[in-house]
């Protein structure tokens, strides 16, 4: 059976793809750690109960383009491959979904407070980390430049994760809770 340590971390370095060192805490690695995060929430989300079947195909979409920009982000640009991400598809695709789910449901015109029931509680935290991840990735923008599309697509990640929240509340009848 092969080991699964390789026990080459254990000083505080890490490997980028083609096997180039870097610290640990290198904002790529960092940035990764995020939308591993990111990604691991979103397939919680993908078998929590009452979670609408109509998300989960998106969820999955998300879940596999995440990983392409981990990949994407961990190789160094001399060595980075052209392969194709999906993430223009992939925006305008959410970006349908959430028209069509906001021209269904009453518009508060309030921030509202991240609460209403387990589902969309989680909905809330998964927005938070996109929010973070994508954060994460303008940092490692400065220095290490990362494809406008996959940008685009972080930002509209955690809008997605927003309207999902609304409507799993108007699913659940449970009224967002508004601040004000």
């Known amino acids: 059976m092969k080991k699964i340590y390789t026990k080459t ?3 505080g370095m ?4 083609g096997g180039v060192r870097v610290p640990k805490d290198d904002i790529r690695i960092e940035a990764n750690g995020t939308i591993d ?5 979103i397939g919680k989300l993908r078998v929590m109960p009452g979670i609408s ?21 961990a ?6 491959n052209p392969r194709l991400l999906h993430v223009n598809e992939l925006t305008e695709r959410m970006e349908l979904r959430m028209d069509e789910v906001m021209a269904k449901i ?3 015109g309030h921030f509202i407070v991240p609460t209403g029931s387990i589902a969309s509680a989680e909905i ?10 994508e954060r994460r990735l303008w ?31 108007q699913k659940e009848g449970i009224a967002p809770e508004d601040w004000k």
């Not at 995060?37 to 929430?41: K, S, T």
């Not at 079947?53 to 969820?59: A, G, I, N, T, V």
């Open 9 to 11: 971390g254990d000083e």
């Open 14 to 17: 890490t490997s980028l793809r």
């Open 37 to 41: 995060l990111l990604n691991a929430l």
């Open 53 to 73: 079947d109509d998300w989960k195909p998106y969820l999955q979409d998300i879940q596999k383009e995440l990983m392409t920009v981990m990949s994407h982000v």
């Open 75 to 80: 190789t160094p640009e001399d060595k980075i």
């Open 106 to 108: 009453e518009e508060h």
């Open 124 to 133: 809330h935290i998964a927005r938070t980390i996109a929010r973070q991840a």
């Open 139 to 169: 940092t490692v923008n400065r220095d290490y430049p990362i494809d406008s599309s996959v940008m685009r697509f972080m930002n509209r990640l955690s809008d997605f994760l927003f309207v999902m929240t609304k409507e799993q509340l």
